[in-house]
């Protein structure tokens, strides 16, 4: 698997789900110069496991906010699907109420640029994608400066979530090298 760290991160737009409401053209490309972003990927809608992932990242988000990072979230699930999801409530097993963008990527482009499309595939003579098996996303995370460059990039496989709070003082240490100026050593935290 290749990196991505220290390079531009891929171009995309598609279509997205946004406060209960369809986006199409989204791209990451309106926060360049305005802010960091911290761009995830998750295999599937309605598990309880990637449910437990967006509602943890949705209840940090103004935490992420203060340290100048937005928070934008993509799977190969449709824009429906997302859209399906964010209607059920959380306690029944739903999204409902998360306020970043969920970008869909039913097309797996943007998965395959980014290289966290699991499953075993190949391309047809057409250039078309072609699998024996769900292709679906890797637990990929990319935290993206405001130039557009990624700075940091952590994938998982499926049974292990992330850490909220690791990904938080991530956009944290980069804050403060565009800040100050300066490196973050080892167990670098904001507090010290």
Same mark, same amino acid.
């Given at each position: 698997?290749?990196? =991505?760290?220290?390079?531009?991160?891929?171009?995309? %737009?598609?279509?997205? +789900?946004?406060?209960?409401?369809?986006?199409?053209?989204?791209?990451?490309?309106?926060?360049?110069?305005?802010?960091?972003?911290?761009?995830?990927?998750?295999?599937?809608?309605?598990?309880?496991?990637?449910?437990?992932? =967006?509602?943890?990242?949705?209840? @940090?988000?103004?935490?992420?906010?203060? +340290? !100048?990072? $937005?928070? $934008?979230?993509? %799977?190969?699930?449709?824009? !429906?699907?997302?859209?399906?999801?964010?209607?059920?409530?959380?306690?029944?097993? *739903?999204? @409902? *109420? &998360?306020?970043?963008?969920? &970008?869909?990527?039913?097309?797996?482009?943007?998965?395959?640029?980014?290289? &966290?499309?699991? *499953? #075993?595939? !190949?391309?047809? #003579?057409? *250039? =078309?994608?072609?699998? !024996? %098996?769900?292709? $679906?996303?890797?637990?990929?995370?990319? =935290?993206?400066?405001?130039?557009?460059? +990624? @700075?940091?990039?952590?994938?998982?496989?499926?049974?292990?979530?992330?850490? +909220?709070? #690791?990904?938080?003082?991530?956009? %944290?240490?980069?804050?403060?090298? @565009?800040?100050?100026? #300066?490196?973050?050593?080892?167990?670098?935290?904001?507090?010290?």
């Amino acid at each position: 698997m290749a990196h =991505l760290v220290g390079r531009k991160a891929p171009h995309f %737009s598609s279509s997205a +789900v946004i406060n209960g409401s369809f986006s199409k053209g989204f791209s990451l490309d309106q926060f360049i110069g305005n802010s960091n972003v911290l761009f995830f990927f998750y295999p599937k809608s309605f598990t309880g496991l990637c449910q437990s992932e =967006l509602q943890a990242f949705d209840a @940090q988000l103004d935490a992420f906010k203060a +340290v !100048d990072t $937005v928070i $934008v979230g993509c %799977s190969t699930d449709t824009s !429906d699907t997302h859209m399906a999801f964010m209607k059920v409530a959380q306690a029944d097993g *739903g999204i @409902q *109420g &998360v306020r970043y963008p969920l &970008v869909s990527d039913a097309n797996k482009t943007i998965t395959t640029n980014y290289d &966290v499309l699991s *499953g #075993e595939y !190949d391309y047809t #003579e057409d *250039g =078309l994608l072609s699998a !024996d %098996s769900d292709m $679906v996303a890797l637990r990929g995370l990319f =935290l993206i400066d405001k130039t557009g460059v +990624v @700075q940091h990039q952590l994938i998982n496989f499926y049974p292990l979530g992330r850490s +909220v709070d #690791e990904a938080l003082r991530m956009a %944290s240490a980069l804050h403060h090298v @565009q800040t100050h100026g #300066e490196g973050c050593p080892a167990n670098w935290t904001p507090a010290g």
